[in-house]
């Protein structure tokens, strides 16, 4: 199978190789692209080098399927021109996912969405993905009414430069920001934009992408995303009302035997999802599961997982597994 993958020089691009080469995914040629300040640059891959080519080579190359993480600008207008050429694109930026035309696919949530004649499909939002692997097995059993969700989000969702501004502040080094503010011992209630709203477009992703990759649109959701001093993965502590009660023993059980859920969860030893612990994995990491003491049928959970990984590249590789296994590419 000939990939590509679009942004190959990033951090996701990057993660995205390297997760190719772990999860063994039949690659029998590799094109990676990038910008024109990256071409004919060197990558290595499974032990050799390969060429980074520029866009139009790329489809001149005519890959079974394009892994896209170069920003929803490069996404609207080269995907199509991809998808023309017969190519199946993955894309990682926020540019698709919200169009009805589009499936928005998080692999053990909704890969049933998936058809033959899909050639531009959207990767969700790294918040929204672990937080839907999670929500999804307890929405079958009990429905979901309401969501109310914080996030505590890594700086790697922000990219390089981020990464760069917070080793900077720790080492006392005078460096571009990434940021308005230092992120070194501190919190930023701010991911994206704001809109008219008041909310920021990181918040309304979580929303309205829920909705979608649930397919039920009575979910009502409501987040504040938080950027923090971490690099080894998101959290999120939810607060879950559902239709129906529950027994947390059962509960328990039903998320522990879910597909692609770590569940941690034992307070007497101290053992709970953390950053720490999701750095490198490709599972959602479920912990602090407690009943909600102030209303009826109400859980409360954390959950955490490698926002590069699961929230990003595996998330996309694992998409491109499903379509190779049931021969859809």
């Given amino acids: 199978m000939k990939v590509a993958v679009v ?27 990038a910008s024109e300040r990256s071409v004919g640059k060197e ?3 499974k ?47 926020s540019a698709w996912r919200m169009d009805p035309t589009k499936p928005l696919v998080v692999p053990e949530v909704n890969a ?32 979901i009414k309401r969501v109310v969700v914080s996030t505590y989000q890594s700086v790697t969702g922000t990219g ?17 920001m990434a940021y308005k503010y230092p992120i070194d011992l501190n919190v930023i209630p701010q991911i994206d934009l704001f809109l008219d709203n008041g909310y920021t477009k990181e918040e309304m992703k979580m929303v309205n992408e829920t909705k979608k990759i649930m397919k039920d649109d009575s979910i009502r959701v409501t987040a504040t995303t938080v950027r923090i001093p971490v690099t080894g993965g998101h959290s999120e502590s939810a607060n879950v009302e559902f239709e129906n009660d529950f027994d947390l023993a059962e509960l328990k059980q039903i998320l522990s035997d879910a597909p692609g859920i770590v569940l941690q969860d034992d307070p007497s030893q101290q053992l709970y999802p953390m950053p720490m612990w999701a750095h490198e994995k490709d599972e959602v990491f479920v912990g602090r599961l407690r009943v909600d003491e102030t209303q009826p049928n109400t859980l409360n959970m954390w959950i955490v997982s490698d926002n590069l990984r699961k929230g990003a590249a595996t998330n996309a590789i694992q998409i491109a597994e499903y379509l190779v296994e049931k021969g859809l590419l």
């Fill in 7 to 33: 942004g190959a020089t990033g951090l996701v691009g990057t993660k995205m190789l390297q997760v190719l080469a772990e999860r063994n995914f039949p690659v029998t040629e590799l094109v990676p692209v």
């Fill in 43 to 45: 990558i290595e891959f």
């Fill in 47 to 93: 032990g050799k080098k390969f060429k980074v080519v520029s866009m139009t080579e790329a489809i001149a190359a005519k890959p079974d399927v394009a892994l896209y993480s170069a920003g929803g600008s490069t996404s609207l207008e080269w995907a199509p021109k991809f998808a023309e050429a017969g190519i199946t694109v993955i894309d990682n930026s």
């Fill in 112 to 143: 049933d969405v998936l058809s033959k004649n899909d050639k531009i499909i959207a990767n969700p939002n790294c918040s929204t993905i672990q937080m839907v692997v999670a929500l999804k097995p307890l929405h079958d059993k009990y429905k």
């Fill in 160 to 176: 390089v430069k981020a990464v760069t501004q917070l080793e900077n502040e720790r080492n006392g080094v005078e460096g571009e």
